[in-house]
């Protein structure tokens, strides 16, 4: 049973007992909670503070709000992982070097991910690759359209791992790359240098050739990095640059 709240912030506690309960394994995913009104009396507060705790556990990925059908308990694990890792990494992006850290992270993760995909993929994945890249092409000059292509054929390349925690992981910082990449379709001949790329990381996979594609996405990276840095460095002053003298007045 609950126990009765007798404190400020009573909605706080509502939610830390429900949570506790669903982490402890007494409430599973697809059960269903008791309605606003049963919750309030069983703790013995109000039905808005019962409303508010539903809302921090819906935003922490445990349940699931649907009108008419009441509030379901839900496997939050990867929304809430999703959750951390992006706003742990969207706070660290903001210090001296954050877009370099965060083209090394991609280094480091997206080059195997590229050589899994090579052997693990399936024809609908690659299907999904390959309408991506062409969509891209399509649209070589709206960014929203290609930068959406262009996250959908890096989360196409993970979900061709069949690694569930690597497709977290990708998904986490996709809000990041997609900034990431508003920058690069602002540098002239950035999308059409990031279309040569994934074509080579493409065929590689439709081979079967995790070197060949652990190679292709190591080159496209580079030019990430490259692109990125001719972005940063545009708006910055002349003599704002490492090495460059002061101008007199």
């Known amino acids: ?90 706070l660290k992006l903001g210090e001296v070097g954050g877009s370099d850290n965060l083209v090394e992270v991609r280094e480091i993760l997206e080059t195997e991910i590229a050589a899994l995909a090579a052997t693990r993929a399936t024809e609908r994945e690659i299907a999904a690759m390959r309408e991506a890249v062409k969509v891209m092409d399509e649209h070589l000059n709206d960014a929203d359209a290609y930068i959406s292509a262009d996250n959908n054929f890096h989360e196409a390349l993970a979900q061709g791992t069949q690694n569930t925690l690597i497709l977290i992981l990708v998904n986490s910082i996709v809000n990041l790359l997609s900034e990431q990449r508003k920058q690069i379709f602002e540098v002239e001949g950035g999308p059409q240098r990031g279309q040569i790329h994934h074509k080579r990381i493409l065929e590689s996979i439709t081979r079967r050739d995790p070197e060949a594609a652990r190679a292709a996405m190591r080159a496209h990276l580079r030019q990430v990095r490259a692109d990125v840095r001719a972005f940063t460095d545009r708006d910055i002053s002349p003599w704002l640059k490492p090495g460059a003298s002061q101008p007199h007045d």
């Open 1 to 90: 049973m609950y126990i009765p709240i007798q404190s400020v912030k009573v909605f706080e506690q509502v939610a830390e007992q429900i949570e506790k309960r669903i982490l402890d394994g007494e409430l599973r995913s697809g059960d269903r909670l008791p309605t606003e009104r049963e919750l309030a009396e069983q703790f013995h507060v109000s039905r808005t503070a019962v409303r508010e705790a539903m809302k921090i556990l819906a935003q922490k990925g445990l349940v699931d709000m649907r009108p008419g059908r009441g509030t379901i308990v839900i496997d939050g694990a990867p929304r809430a992982m999703q959750h951390s890792i992006g706003l742990a990494m969207k």
